[in-house]
């Protein structure tokens, strides 16, 4: 997402095109996209770094928004029929024949998750998607959309400081058998060290606009990277593997996926997986981090609304 949009201005097309081929290259295998990420010049950026690549790689795109034709979100839209043209237009700008994951971006309460879940089976049985994701859905809506076509991943934000799929999500996926793939498992980047109450953000950053990240915020939420910091001192590493590692050691079905736009820190976040961490240092994270409350929301109150349905 950060190499189109949301985190700055774009990167450099070709560019970008260098750093996720360096990540196949260092064994990397599932890229997360979606149309709304551009909007569709993601989509394109993704299916012509993986093309030389595909059958060594899966790649994840999501539906479920509207696109206006000035590009900008309009809103949701799960209808059957949006969800068949944003599956044939992404296959296009993805340059493949399936697509490997199909999530829904966000619950949307005007379709009834059921034709949403039928849907995406008819496109599993036309062969052009394999497997069907939802992304930041709640558990009645996980298991009703599970009954009709099994539900292969859900995405939802989880990271040291957003721990909420904990209390209910994770345990009906541990059930269902449904693996997790956690979004900013970095915390946007500020779970690495690398901000602090006075980073200035471009205007082009949704940070900007968000309330965990206001300067008074991310003063009080420094208590979280110096946690990580102590334990990265200890286990010579960064704040952000440990992080990581951290969401690595909680369950074998969780697969986190941090962004980045620099093959730099692909080198570090791969690094995570090296990265033991005993049963007293988990311990002692989650006893540290239990007496943290972690200051500001999410996101903004209208877009709350989209998440956790």
């Given at each position: 997402?950060?190499?189109?949009?949301?985190?700055?201005?774009?990167?450099?097309?070709?560019?970008?095109?260098?750093?996720?081929?360096a990540?196949?290259?260092?064994?990397?295998t599932f890229?997360?996209?979606?149309?709304i990420?551009?909007?569709?010049t993601n989509?394109?950026?993704?299916?012509?770094a993986?093309?030389p690549?595909r059958?060594?790689?899966?790649?994840a795109?999501?539906?479920?928004?509207?696109?206006?034709?000035?590009?900008?979100?309009?809103?949701?839209?799960?209808?059957?029929?949006?969800?068949?043209?944003?599956?044939?237009?992404s296959l296009?700008?993805?340059?493949?024949?399936?697509?490997?994951?199909?999530y829904?971006?966000?619950?949307?309460?005007?379709?009834?998750?059921?034709?949403v879940?039928?849907?995406?089976?008819?496109l599993?049985?036309?062969?052009?998607?394999?497997h069907?994701?939802?992304?930041?859905a709640?558990?009645?809506?996980?298991?009703r959309?599970?009954?009709v076509?099994?539900?292969?991943?859900v995405q939802?934000?989880?990271?040291?400081?957003?721990?909420g799929p904990?209390?209910e999500?994770?345990?009906?996926?541990?059930?269902?058998?449904?693996?997790?793939?956690?979004?900013?498992?970095?915390?946007?980047?500020?779970l690495?060290?690398?901000?602090?109450?006075?980073?200035?953000f471009?205007?082009?950053?949704?940070?900007?606009?968000?309330p965990r990240?206001?300067?008074?915020s991310r003063?009080a939420?420094?208590?979280?990277v110096?946690l990580l910091?102590?334990?990265?001192?200890?286990k010579?590493?960064?704040?952000?593997?440990?992080a990581?590692?951290?969401?690595?050691?909680q369950?074998?079905?969780?697969?986190?996926?941090?962004?980045?736009?620099?093959?730099?820190?692909?080198?570090?976040?791969?690094?995570?997986?090296?990265?033991?961490?005993t049963?007293?240092?988990?311990?002692?994270i989650?006893?540290?981090?239990?007496?943290?409350?972690?200051?500001?929301?999410?996101?903004?109150?209208?877009?709350?609304?989209?998440?956790?349905?």
């Amino acid at each position: 997402m950060s190499m189109s949009f949301a985190y700055g201005p774009p990167g450099d097309h070709q560019e970008m095109i260098g750093v996720i081929r360096a990540a196949v290259e260092r064994g990397v295998t599932f890229f997360d996209t979606a149309e709304i990420y551009g909007p569709f010049t993601n989509e394109e950026l993704v299916g012509e770094a993986l093309a030389p690549f595909r059958r060594q790689v899966v790649i994840a795109t999501k539906f479920g928004f509207k696109i206006d034709a000035a590009g900008r979100q309009a809103g949701l839209d799960s209808r059957p029929d949006h969800i068949k043209k944003v599956a044939e237009a992404s296959l296009k700008r993805l340059k493949v024949d399936a697509i490997d994951l199909f999530y829904q971006h966000r619950v949307d309460l005007d379709v009834p998750i059921e034709d949403v879940a039928g849907a995406v089976g008819s496109l599993v049985k036309e062969g052009k998607v394999k497997h069907f994701g939802l992304s930041e859905a709640g558990v009645q809506t996980i298991r009703r959309a599970h009954s009709v076509h099994p539900v292969t991943a859900v995405q939802s934000e989880y990271s040291l400081w957003t721990r909420g799929p904990e209390r209910e999500v994770l345990p009906v996926l541990e059930e269902l058998g449904i693996g997790f793939v956690p979004y900013s498992p970095l915390g946007r980047g500020f779970l690495t060290g690398k901000i602090d109450e006075n980073t200035a953000f471009d205007n082009s950053d949704f940070r900007k606009n968000l309330p965990r990240f206001t300067p008074e915020s991310r003063r009080a939420n420094q208590v979280l990277v110096d946690l990580l910091g102590n334990l990265a001192v200890r286990k010579k590493a960064t704040p952000a593997q440990i992080a990581l590692a951290w969401l690595l050691a909680q369950k074998p079905w969780i697969v986190p996926i941090p962004g980045t736009t620099k093959r730099t820190r692909i080198e570090e976040n791969i690094g995570a997986d090296e990265i033991e961490l005993t049963s007293d240092d988990l311990l002692e994270i989650d006893r540290v981090a239990s007496k943290i409350s972690v200051q500001g929301a999410r996101y903004p109150e209208h877009l709350e609304r989209m998440t956790g349905i």
